[in-house]
């Protein structure tokens, strides 16, 4: 499928994107190894998404700004019986018209899927963190039981504090 098509779909409903990203965040705990290898790819998948989500708002801002000022154009050359349109009037007839309203609803989808990968790409470095967390724990707890992790590391780690502190009375000494 492409992107283009993933964020038209998102924008016409965005609960898939809710429950698609909620799914990605999912970690694994027996599977650290196999999802710290995957993280790069999930993550780029999502800030790229973010990023095309981006240009596409950016892109139909501007088509809606254009579309505006021509709304606008078109009822200022309207008579209205032959009364000069106050600049409220014209704001009100221009806004109403449905060139400008489906182009504002274009933006208004855009910038809220923009602004949901924008969060789903910091969840995806959030969970990247998390993934570095837990394995770092998980490699601590098989040293401290004594087992070898996949580094062949078999000991447990000196606290640093306490390394600290040997190292300082050795200098004493």
């Not at 779909?9 to 650290?32: A, G, H, M, P, R």
């Not at 274009?106 to 963190?129: C, F, N, P, W």
Request: proline share 2%; net charge negative.
């Amino acid at each position: 499928m492409r992107l283009e098509q993933i964020l038209e779909d998102y924008t016409n409903n965005i609960e898939t994107l809710y429950q698609d990203v909620k799914t990605e965040l999912v970690i694994d705990d027996s599977l650290i190894e196999q999802e710290l290898r995957n993280q790069p790819g999930k993550y780029f998948h999502w800030a790229y998404l973010a990023t095309l989500a981006e240009r596409r708002y950016q892109f139909l801002e501007a088509e809606f700004k254009k579309i505006a000022a021509s709304c606008f154009q078109s009822v200022r050359l309207m008579e209205d019986g032959g009364k000069k349109l106050t600049e409220a009037a014209v704001k009100e007839k221009a806004t109403l018209q449905k060139a400008y309203l489906d182009a504002e609803q274009a933006v208004i989808g855009a910038e809220t899927v923009y602004h949901a990968l924008k969060s789903a790409e910091k969840s995806m470095d959030q969970r990247g963190s998390m993934l570095q967390s837990l394995n770092a724990r998980q490699q601590k707890e098989m040293r401290a039981a004594g087992q070898t992790d996949r580094y062949g590391i078999s000991e447990p780690e000196n606290d640093p504090i306490e390394r600290y502190r040997e190292m300082k009375s050795n200098q004493n000494n």
